[in-house]
């Protein structure tokens, strides 16, 4: 990606890229003095998801999960031809920094509990996948908002958990990514 992108006609400053995920690449911007995130999906394959539309499902699912009331950052501008989404910035270390330096606090399963509780009333499942979460000012914010239906293989309790202590599983996961 540029050094610039516009979304909507308005001017972000990209200053480096924040990770890739299924669905798309997440670059830490700033227009004026404010940082925000900019998405841009991408349609690279993916052999475990099946995607549709994806801008429509970004959309539908942040409203999803808002109305449900799962902290996230608050999506600031989409621009659906170009396929690029403007979130809000929430500044911290994601929940798999945290397990990486054995440092995740009680809190973030207390919330991540409270937050399944909510989720599951709603017939809904997140990506628990713990890049997914950034811990800030004592709140634990899910910074994606991709949802799916519930389905108890992939609730937090069956394969969520696994990632959010030095597991098999997530060691594995570090030992091939890193």
């Known amino acids: 990606m540029s050094d610039t992108v516009f979304v909507n006609d308005k001017k972000y400053t990209i ?29 690279e394959p993916c052999s475990y998801y099946h995607f549709g539309n994806k801008i429509e499902a970004e959309i539908n699912d942040y409203r999803r999960l808002k109305s449900i009331g799962i902290a996230m950052p608050e999506m600031l ?38 937050m399944c509780r909510l989720l599951y009333k709603a017939n809904t499942n997140i990506d628990y996948f ?28 069956n394969w969520g958990v696994k ?6 599983e997530f060691t594995k996961y570090v030992e091939e990514h890193s």
């Open 15 to 43: 200053l480096k890229l924040l990770g890739k995920g299924k669905g798309g690449y997440s670059y830490l911007a700033q227009i004026n003095n404010r940082y925000v995130v900019v998405k841009q999906i991408h349609h």
């Open 77 to 114: 501008d989409v621009d659906t031809t170009n396929e690029r989404i403007v979130k809000e910035y929430i500044e911290g270390n994601t929940v798999y920094e945290l397990v990486l330096k054995d440092k995740l606090p009680n809190i973030c399963l207390q919330q991540i509990r409270e």
């Open 130 to 157: 713990p890049t997914n979460f950034i811990l800030q000012n004592e709140i634990l914010y899910y910074i994606d908002y991709e949802c799916n239906d519930y389905t108890e293989e992939w609730n937090f309790e």
């Open 163 to 168: 990632y959010w202590s030095k597991t098999p």
